[in-house]
């Protein structure tokens, strides 16, 4: 059974800093697409950052700010996020493709209605 568990959500000020934390249990890490999409209130699930075998991506509102990695001995995924604004506040989610070596990145990050599992989310508040 595969679990996905997300932490590290916390108020913080414009300006700051937060890590976001995914462990994931129940498949063989690296072999599995994944990423961190966010939903802020009366606004769509959006992709925001996500990684593989290829690489990171980055979606255009997070480049240059927020950063991707994962340590595969640990079965863990992170999201390194600095220079927040209050744009950044929402529900993050991390995210894993269902199949080993599946879609590719940015099918991935841009469809977050497909298939996969979610964790149950972590909150980022920014405030002014």
């Known amino acids: 059974q595969v679990q996905v568990a997300e932490s590290g959500g916390d108020l913080v000020q414009t300006g700051g800093s937060l890590n976001l934390s995914c462990t994931v249990s129940?498949?063989?890490?690296?072999?599995?697409?994944m990423g961190w999409f966010r939903q802020a209130p009366g606004k769509e699930r959006e992709g925001i950052s996500c990684i593989n075998w290829s690489g990171p991506y980055y979606a255009d509102s997070v480049e240059g700010r927020f950063t991707i990695s994962r340590d595969n001995a640990k079965n863990t995924l992170y999201l390194q996020m600095n220079t927040l604004t209050p744009d950044d506040t929402a529900t993050y989610y991390c995210a894993v493709d269902r199949q080993s070596y599946g879609v590719g990145i940015e099918a991935f990050c841009h469809n977050p209605s497909s298939s996969r599992y979610w964790g149950q989310g972590t909150q980022v508040t920014v405030s002014l």
């Open positions: 129940g498949l063989i890490f690296n072999t599995y697409t």
